[in-house]
């Protein structure tokens, strides 16, 4: 394990050290900020967590589907705006407190770092949470992250060229029929340019009757968009309508299976297609701290410090930051970004003994990209619709974009998009080898005893032995040789290595990382169990791995 204390870049005195854990829009905007107000005296060293090297900006994420944007365009490279920010692409394993330690690791085994803090920032995000909609964890396709865009779309495509050559017409039905789960924000985006998508590319597909495409969008609400004037809301509704989306309101999701969704009014709808937008959900890491949650949210004074840890801010989808009136501000972009520069003004303030000031959010108005063509927009008093509200949205985005190289690159590929045809491409980006084949050698240690495990462990060819240090003596527990197997038990348990394993031999083994691993005994009680007691397979106590 490794200990990784920031050291101080002016070289002299001890540095106060701000964590901040997220690399959304929250965390970022602070980290920003941060480096433009500090000065030399403040001796401030600012370290970033997050697994993605990169500032991904959802709101665009919708035009993947459509084409309109590729998925490097939806991404910022974080080094690119953020120097003299120490940025962990790691993920988080254990947040104390007390001690003020954040623990990370990667997927390799011993890739764990310790970080310690003066100022702690949570700007964790939300994760999505289908577990109240039976059916949507193992059918549903998500969207919140690039890969969920990019496979989506490879899936409608798939879903085009099966239908193209289908015979059969009730499968043919569920191939052409596309449900979307969800009529918030981004369930309106997303369904407006999926449809757009899908109505474009059948002239690519003439065996296919536009008639016979369904695009369905439920929500359990009477309203959308309920940000905008009632107005402009039914507007809205009426184009997407009138661009041939089922649009069913009042009624919601009640099943769902490989081949259809049932609605809470007994409808069953066949579909091969079931897109989630719903299911918005506490990040499980906030669940593991002593903390208020109020709606799964961190509670917060007005200065974003959570009560009961004067040192520990929350920004963000994270925060219940009161508002004036006493209710907590909304989870939107821009209250984000406004969240996530303040923090970053309080901490330099305790660091020079200042006041702190509380969050302060005016809203600029509210902006939706409905396809290319067609926005809606409600800003300072204007209410517009069609292109010039795409026009006054594109340019919004343009503003909130870090550097004038990304905006050039977004202004580009929007002007090139207009003029090109749509492309049905798909862009496969799935893993080659769920299973991965490892080579050591005689000598080499594969698995360290106390480091986090990520990986389970099959021996085809060499000898292993499996030796455990106690007390500063090492023991041998026992040799495996082919067909045996070691690593299950720190994974079953959720344990650190309690044991080392090390090549005697050459040695190949096939590992299983962490998440296919739990995905195969958590659904197969029987495997578990043949893997707990196998006869001499090294993953009993006895290996200790």
Not at 61 to 77: A, R
Not at 255 to 268: I, Q
Not at 394 to 406: D, S
């Amino acid at each position: 394990m490794t200990t990784a204390t920031l050291p101080s870049p002016s070289g002299g005195g001890k540095s106060r050290r701000v964590v901040i854990l997220g690399g959304g829009h929250a965390g970022v905007r602070c980290a920003q900020e941060l480096l433009r107000r500090r000065r030399p005296a403040d001796n401030l060293d600012v370290a970033l967590v997050s697994r993605e090297n990169s500032e991904v900006w959802h709101g665009l994420m919708p035009q993947i589907l459509s084409g309109v944007l590729q998925p490097q365009h939806v991404l910022v490279p974080l080094r690119e705006f953020l120097p003299g920010v120490r940025v962990y692409t790691y993920d988080i394993e254990e947040i104390d407190l007390n001690s003020r330690r954040v623990t990370l690791m990667r997927g390799d085994e011993g890739k764990q770092i310790v970080l310690e803090y003066d100022e702690l920032v949570l700007a964790l995000g939300s994760v999505t949470d289908l577990s109240r909609f039976r059916g949507l964890q193992e059918h549903g396709l998500q969207t919140k992250s690039i890969g969920d865009f990019v496979y989506l779309r490879n899936h409608l495509i798939d879903m085009l060229e099966t239908a193209a050559v289908e015979t059969d017409v009730e499968e043919r039905r569920r191939l052409l029929t596309f449900f979307i789960a969800g009529a918030g924000f981004a369930g309106i985006e997303i369904a407006s340019e999926a449809n757009e998508f899908i109505r474009s590319a059948l002239r690519f597909y003439p065996s296919i009757n536009p008639a016979e495409v369904r695009v369905i969008e439920v929500d359990i609400v009477t309203r959308i968009l309920p940000a905008f004037e009632q107005r402009m809301a039914d507007r809205a509704m009426e184009r997407m309508r009138k661009r041939g989306i089922d649009l069913r309101l009042g009624v919601g999701l009640s099943d769902a299976t490989a081949g259809s969704v049932t609605l809470s009014n007994g409808e069953r709808i066949p579909t091969r297609s079931i897109i989630v937008t719903v299911g918005v959900g506490t990040n499980p890491l906030l669940s593991t701290l002593p903390l208020t949650l109020v709606r799964g949210r961190v509670q917060c004074d007005e200065f974003c410090r959570v009560h009961g840890w004067p040192t520990v801010y929350a920004v963000g989808d994270n925060a219940a930051v009161p508002s004036p009136s006493g209710n907590p501000y909304p989870a939107m972009l821009l209250v984000a970004f406004a969240e996530g520069r303040q923090v970053a003004r309080n901490i330099l303030a305790q660091v020079r003994g200042e006041p702190l000031r509380p969050v302060q959010f005016k809203g600029f108005g509210e902006v939706a990209l409905l396809s290319r063509g067609y926005g809606l927009a409600q800003v300072r008093g204007m209410r517009l619709h069609g292109w010039p509200a795409a026009v006054l949205s594109r340019g919004l985005f343009l503003t909130y974009m870090p550097t004038w190289q990304r905006r050039m690159a977004l202004v580009l590929h929007w002007w090139s998009s207009a003029i090109f045809r749509r492309d049905i491409s798909q862009l496969r980006m799935g893993r080659s080898d769920a299973i991965v084949p490892m080579r050591f050698n005689a000598g080499e240690t594969i698995v360290r005893q106390g480091e986090i495990a990520s990986r389970f462990y099959i021996i085809t060819s060499g000898e292993v032995e499996v030796v455990q240090d106690v007390d500063g003596t090492e023991q041998r527990l026992r040799r495996l040789g082919p067909g045996r197997h070691f690593g299950e038990l720190a994974l079953l348990q959720n344990l650190k290595r309690t044991a080392s394993v090390r090549a005697l031999s050459d040695t190949t083994v096939l590992a299983l990382a962490r998440q296919d691993f739990s995905s195969l005994v958590g659904n197969m009680p029987e495997l578990q169990e043949a893997v707990q007691r196998g006869p001499g397979g090294g993953l009993g106590p006895a290996s200790g791995a």
